[in-house]
């Protein structure tokens, strides 16, 4: 049963048969929709949790070609879903524990705002999974996304498409991922998931973001035959247990 009472087509998914009070806050990957989410909620929801998903305001028209962060007063497309992500999160004020479910770069969103609540002494975030990201070399995911995702065929196009992107995004370009995972608790749970194969972020730059976050007690899943954001589809026998495991020791 889907509670329809948010706005950007936010919906909350009840589990049939809920297991836990945890509640798994899903945030899509950049350009994508909450339906690309459906075999995630449906997973989570067989496992007991209840989980809630919305549409990003992940186009530049969204923001008038100028996407700005009023809570960081940053500007680019990183900073601004960080506090849309926020919006939703505040919302739901049911459950009062959370998991962090993310996608592809907007992971990095994701990590933002909660390095807020964090710093803020807000406690309701219990753990996070990140699937295919955030990659630390963001020209290089630009790059690709301009390959990959939005299709742009010319070479030249891309490398003049490609410092665009990147900058759009987050003039940081990523590196300030590190102050803000600094400022999650010691030991805090994350599973990192990524494919082998993955053609826009690489599972190497993957590591990169995590192996200098020592406060986090994090672990991986590798799939050796996925791509970007294939695992649950293409692979479930291996991602699911992962997810599985993961989620179950923190009931």
Not at 103 to 114: A, D, I, K, L, R
Not at 180 to 206: A, C, N, Q, V, Y
Request: one cysteine or more; proline letters at 6%; glycine letters at 6%.
């Amino acid at each position: 049963m889907a509670d329809f009472s948010f706005p950007d087509e936010g919906e909350l998914f009840k589990a049939p048969q809920r297991k836990s009070e945890t509640l798994i806050f899903f945030a899509h990957f950049f350009q994508g929709h909450k339906k690309a989410l459906r075999r995630h909620i449906e997973f989570v929801n067989e496992l007991g949790f209840d989980a809630y998903a919305f549409n990003l305001k992940d186009s530049p028209k969204d923001h008038y070609f100028v996407p700005y962060s009023p809570i960081s007063k940053k500007f680019g497309m990183k900073h601004a879903l960080a506090d849309q992500i926020e919006e939703h999160f505040n919302l739901q004020t049911e459950y009062k524990t959370k998991i962090i479910f993310a996608f592809s770069n907007v992971t990095g969103c994701c990590m933002e705002f909660m390095a807020r609540h964090f710093l803020n002494g807000r406690n309701e975030i219990s753990a996070m999974i990140c699937d295919s990201g955030p990659g630390k070399n963001f020209v290089y995911s630009s790059f690709k996304l301009l390959e990959h995702q939005l299709n742009v065929k010319s070479l030249p196009l891309k490398i003049l498409g490609t410092p665009f992107v990147a900058l759009g995004w987050t003039p940081s370009l990523h590196k300030d991922i590190k102050t803000d995972l600094e400022k999650f608790p010691k030991d805090f749970p994350l599973l990192s998931i990524r494919g082998w194969k993955d053609p826009m972020i690489s599972p190497k730059h993957i590591d990169e973001i995590f192996d200098v976050a020592t406060n986090l007690k994090w672990q991986k899943c590798g799939l050796p035959q996925a791509g970007h954001l294939n695992g649950l589809r293409d692979f479930p026998s291996e991602y699911k247990p992962a997810v599985e495991k993961f989620l179950t020791k923190l009931i």
